[in-house]
Protein backbone atom coordinates (compact mmCIF):
# COMPACT_ATOMS: atom_id res chain seq x y z
CA UNK A 1 0.00 0.00 0.00
CA UNK A 2 1.13 3.57 -0.77
CA UNK A 3 2.28 5.73 1.65
CA UNK A 4 1.91 9.29 1.52
CA UNK A 5 2.59 12.39 3.76
CA UNK A 6 1.47 15.75 3.32
CA UNK A 7 3.21 19.25 3.99
CA UNK A 8 2.32 22.69 3.51
CA UNK A 9 0.00 23.90 5.56
CA UNK A 10 -0.22 26.64 7.56
CA UNK A 11 -1.99 30.06 9.24
CA UNK A 12 -2.89 32.57 6.83
CA UNK A 13 -5.01 35.19 6.39
CA UNK A 14 -8.29 35.22 4.65
CA UNK A 15 -8.40 35.54 0.83
CA UNK A 16 -4.67 34.46 1.03
CA UNK A 17 -3.04 31.47 -0.68
CA UNK A 18 -1.34 28.14 0.17
CA UNK A 19 -0.11 25.07 -1.98
CA UNK A 20 -0.48 21.37 -0.53
CA UNK A 21 2.16 18.24 -1.19
CA UNK A 22 1.62 15.08 -1.04
CA UNK A 23 4.32 12.62 -1.32
CA UNK A 24 4.36 9.09 -1.92
CA UNK A 25 7.14 7.01 -0.47
CA UNK A 26 9.58 5.12 -2.74
CA UNK A 27 9.58 5.06 -6.25
CA UNK A 28 6.15 4.68 -7.90
CA UNK A 29 5.80 2.83 -11.79
CA UNK A 30 1.56 3.33 -11.89
CA UNK A 31 0.00 6.74 -11.46
CA UNK A 32 -3.23 6.21 -9.84
CA UNK A 33 -6.43 8.30 -9.00
CA UNK A 34 -5.52 10.89 -5.93
CA UNK A 35 -7.42 13.03 -3.74
CA UNK A 36 -7.44 15.43 -0.49
CA UNK A 37 -9.75 15.73 1.96
CA UNK A 38 -10.20 17.38 5.24
CA UNK A 39 -12.00 17.47 8.74
CA UNK A 40 -12.60 20.69 10.26
CA UNK A 41 -12.92 20.72 14.10
CA UNK A 42 -16.93 19.27 15.26
CA UNK A 43 -17.41 17.80 11.26
CA UNK A 44 -16.65 14.65 9.06
CA UNK A 45 -14.00 14.53 7.20
CA UNK A 46 -15.15 15.79 3.39
CA UNK A 47 -14.07 15.49 0.02
CA UNK A 48 -12.32 18.41 -1.25
CA UNK A 49 -10.63 17.43 -4.78
CA UNK A 50 -9.55 14.81 -7.03
CA UNK A 51 -7.59 14.25 -9.84
CA UNK A 52 -7.15 11.15 -12.12
CA UNK A 53 -4.23 8.95 -12.67
CA UNK A 54 -3.16 10.51 -15.66
CA UNK A 55 -3.59 14.28 -14.64
CA UNK A 56 -5.64 14.88 -17.27
CA UNK A 57 -8.87 15.38 -15.58
CA UNK A 58 -9.98 16.97 -12.20
CA UNK A 59 -12.99 16.76 -9.63
CA UNK A 60 -13.93 19.36 -6.82
CA UNK A 61 -16.42 19.67 -4.40
CA UNK A 62 -18.51 22.61 -4.87
CA UNK A 63 -17.21 24.34 -1.55
CA UNK A 64 -13.79 24.99 -3.23
CA UNK A 65 -14.42 25.08 -7.38
CA UNK A 66 -13.07 28.27 -8.77
CA UNK A 67 -10.56 28.84 -5.87
CA UNK A 68 -8.67 25.58 -6.04
CA UNK A 69 -6.56 23.37 -8.36
CA UNK A 70 -5.09 20.25 -8.10
CA UNK A 71 -1.85 19.13 -10.12
CA UNK A 72 0.63 16.44 -9.94
CA UNK A 73 4.20 15.60 -10.94
CA UNK A 74 4.54 12.10 -11.33
CA UNK A 75 7.96 12.21 -11.73
CA UNK A 76 8.19 13.12 -7.75
CA UNK A 77 5.13 10.68 -7.23
CA UNK A 78 4.01 13.91 -5.80
CA UNK A 79 -0.04 15.99 -5.88
CA UNK A 80 -0.25 19.43 -5.07
CA UNK A 81 -3.37 21.28 -3.91
CA UNK A 82 -3.00 25.07 -4.96
CA UNK A 83 -5.82 26.88 -2.50
CA UNK A 84 -5.96 30.61 -3.39
CA UNK A 85 -8.50 32.92 -2.21
CA UNK A 86 -9.01 31.28 1.19
CA UNK A 87 -11.96 31.55 3.23
CA UNK A 88 -12.41 31.11 7.28
CA UNK A 89 -14.82 27.96 6.33
CA UNK A 90 -11.15 26.02 4.61
CA UNK A 91 -9.69 25.80 8.40
CA UNK A 92 -9.15 22.22 8.96
CA UNK A 93 -6.77 19.25 8.86
CA UNK A 94 -6.17 18.31 5.40
CA UNK A 95 -5.47 14.76 4.27
CA UNK A 96 -4.29 13.16 0.73
CA UNK A 97 -5.41 9.14 -0.20
CA UNK A 98 -5.63 7.03 -3.21
CA UNK A 99 -9.21 8.01 -4.15
CA UNK A 100 -12.30 6.38 -6.35
CA UNK A 101 -15.77 7.64 -6.76
CA UNK A 102 -14.76 10.75 -4.43
CA UNK A 103 -13.93 7.96 -1.91
CA UNK A 104 -10.74 7.80 0.18
CA UNK A 105 -9.29 3.92 -0.46
CA UNK A 106 -5.83 3.87 1.12
CA UNK A 107 -4.66 4.63 4.31
CA UNK A 108 -5.12 7.69 6.07
CA UNK A 109 -1.70 9.49 6.97
CA UNK A 110 -1.30 12.45 9.59
CA UNK A 111 -2.59 15.57 7.87
CA UNK A 112 -1.56 19.25 7.50
CA UNK A 113 -3.43 21.77 9.58
CA UNK A 114 -4.74 24.82 7.58
CA UNK A 115 -5.60 27.67 9.55
CA UNK A 116 -7.17 30.29 7.75
CA UNK A 117 -7.52 33.61 10.14
CA UNK A 118 -10.58 36.41 9.83
Known amino acids: QVQLEESGGGLVQAGGSLRLSCAASGRTFVSYAMGWFRQAPGKEREFVAAISGSGASADYADSVKGRFTMSRDSARNTVYLQMNNLKFEDTAVYYC???????????WGQGTQVTVSS
Open 97 to 107: NLVQRRQATGR
